[in-house]
């Protein structure tokens, strides 16, 4: 008789591309989320939370970096799923602006408007993951739909300054640059390209920071020839045309009315460039007068993300402080948030234009930003530890954690085996404990307690000579009166 297989186990591992989150992790990210929409509620924007999931007909064609409609999603049939039978295919959202059209349509009657909202939570690409690019990520957003004035747009640059301070990042080491689609439309009309043309000149001029002036211009006009040696065709523009696109790149001034001056020069007499330009002007008065410096936003036409799917102003947050790359060498940290107006999102579902402009940070790389600073995590303290030295005595040590809590202190009780103490002091070790409560038998029957302080313990006995161990304890007898005053006491150290 054959030998019956046991089932077998699964792996306990994470699936690729996705990561788990502990406690010091989650505490410091909320931490932060909660800065920056504290800085969101004061504008007058309001929390929206929508579902994880959306019909892949609900989200769209709306992923920048591709060029399939739906690839990049995670998304089934609904049908195939029990219970189901609409036949609807469904999606993991991919971002928190595509689900807010679909709010912005549906309760268009009982929304005011124009709606300010932010919202943030995880998103879900199906992409091959690498290095520091993942499957699952947090988005930070903060929107304002149907909003025609550039009004909007300025009071979300300056709400994402304001965001960033927030959060820990200090006024220089981050600049919001903004720049106008509508701006780029004048310039690629003052350089007759073709419509057919006009995605790849955006593609070339995307590689602005990488291959420079003179780069882009090969790569607008006859192509160029990379560091590996490869060819790569040009677009095929005349030299002529491809000047007043390098002269919109480079016409970044020393002052905001100098960049201004440029960009008129640059679009010449189009009217949708003058437009553009007027609007970029608006918005530098606006943030001006509410006193953003240009040590924290400033007009700059470099800026070309999303300006193929901005349809007028767009903004990036860079972080200018430097940091060591894997090989030792400085670089600046790069930009953590990004946005602009997008005109043309809601009308998918209503048919009817609705003006609307929004701001996304990186979530991650903000908190990798703050812990560069060494912003981050200094508050993920785990709680005061309520040892366990008489089974019989649970009750006491509950009311113990009871009474740390009811002050406000974090606390808990040691619910593994105390057979060991020490196996107990090492639970606490792995928790970050700052504390550890201790009562015996004895110390019971005097009506005391044992404050245990285990970082200052740590240090002694990783530094300190037996004089200083003598006058730094870090064990104190209190009564247990004071139990929570001493605690307190010791937490303020």
Same mark, same amino acid.
């Given at each position: ?191 007759? #390209?073709?419509? @057919?043309?006009?995605? %790849?000149? /955006? ?6 920071? *990488? !291959?420079?002036?003179? &780069? =882009? ?118 930009? #953590?948030?990004? @946005?602009?107006?997008? %005109?043309? /999102? ?6 009817? *234009? !609705?003006?609307?402009? &929004? =701001? ?134």
């Amino acid at each position: 008789m054959a030998k019956e297989q046991k089932p077998r186990r699964p792996r306990a591992e994470t699936p690729k591309g996705f990561r788990d989150y502990f406690g010091a992790a989650v505490t410091e990210r909320n931490r932060m989320l909660e800065k920056i929409a504290e800085i969101y509620r004061l504008h007058g924007f309001d929390a929206l939370e929508t579902s994880g999931v959306e019909t892949v007909e609900a989200l769209g064609k709306f992923l920048p970096d591709v060029d399939r409609p739906n690839a990049g999603v995670f998304a089934w049939q609904e049908e195939a799923v029990p219970g189901g039978g609409s036949g609807d295919w469904l999606a993991l959202r991919y971002d928190l602006t595509a689900p807010l059209a679909r709010v912005a349509a549906q309760y268009r009657n009982d929304l005011p408007s124009p709606y300010r909202r932010y919202a943030m939570g995880p998103v879900w690409r199906n992409e091959k993951p690498g290095p520091g690019r993942f499957r699952q990520f947090y988005q930070c957003d903060a929107d304002t739909v149907g909003a025609a004035s550039v009004a909007a747009d300025a009071e979300i640059i300056a709400m994402l300054a304001d965001a960033l301070e927030a959060a820990g990042i200090a006024r220089g080491d981050y600049l919001v640059r903004v720049n106008n689609r509508k701006v780029l439309n004048g310039v690629l009309e003052a350089a007759r #390209v073709e419509p @057919g043309q006009a995605a %790849d000149v /955006l593609r070339q001029i995307d590689k602005f920071d *990488k !291959v420079g002036e003179a &780069g =882009v211009r090969e790569l607008l006009t006859t192509g160029r020839t990379d560091a590996s040696g490869a060819e790569i065709p040009g677009v095929g523009l005349e030299p002529a045309q491809a000047d007043p696109v390098i002269a919109f790149l480079t016409s970044k001034g020393d002052t905001n009315d100098e960049t201004l001056s440029n960009l008129r020069s640059a679009v010449g007499v189009s009217a949708i460039g003058a437009e553009g330009v007027e609007e970029l002007a608006q918005i530098a008065a606006m943030l001006d007068a509410t006193g953003m410096d240009a040590d924290r936003v400033v007009i700059d036409p470099s800026v070309v993300r999303g300006l193929g799917y901005y349809t007028g102003p767009v903004f990036e947050a860079e972080l200018t402080f430097e940091i060591l790359d894997d090989k030792g060498r400085k670089r600046q940290f790069g930009s #953590v948030a990004g @946005g602009g107006r997008y %005109d043309d /999102l809601v009308e998918r579902f209503t048919g009817q *234009k !609705v003006p609307a402009t &929004g =701001v996304s940070i990186g979530v991650d790389r903000l908190l990798a930003a703050l812990r560069e600073k060494g912003l981050a995590g200094a508050e993920a303290q785990g709680p005061v530890v309520v040892t366990v030295m008489d089974r019989d005595r649970m009750a006491d040590y509950q009311a113990m954690a009871a009474e740390l809590r009811a002050a406000g202190i974090r606390a808990e009780v040691y619910l593994g085996n105390p057979k060991n103490f020490g196996n107990q002091l090492k639970y606490a070790d792995k928790r970050g404990a700052p504390v550890a409560i201790i009562q015996g038998g004895d110390e019971a029957a005097r009506g005391v307690v044992q404050v245990k302080d285990l970082i200052l313990g740590a240090k002694i006995a990783a530094e300190a000579s037996v004089e200083e161990w003598k006058s730094q304890p870090a064990q104190v007898e209190a009564t247990r009166e004071a139990l929570v005053a001493t605690v307190r006491e010791m937490l303020a150290r």
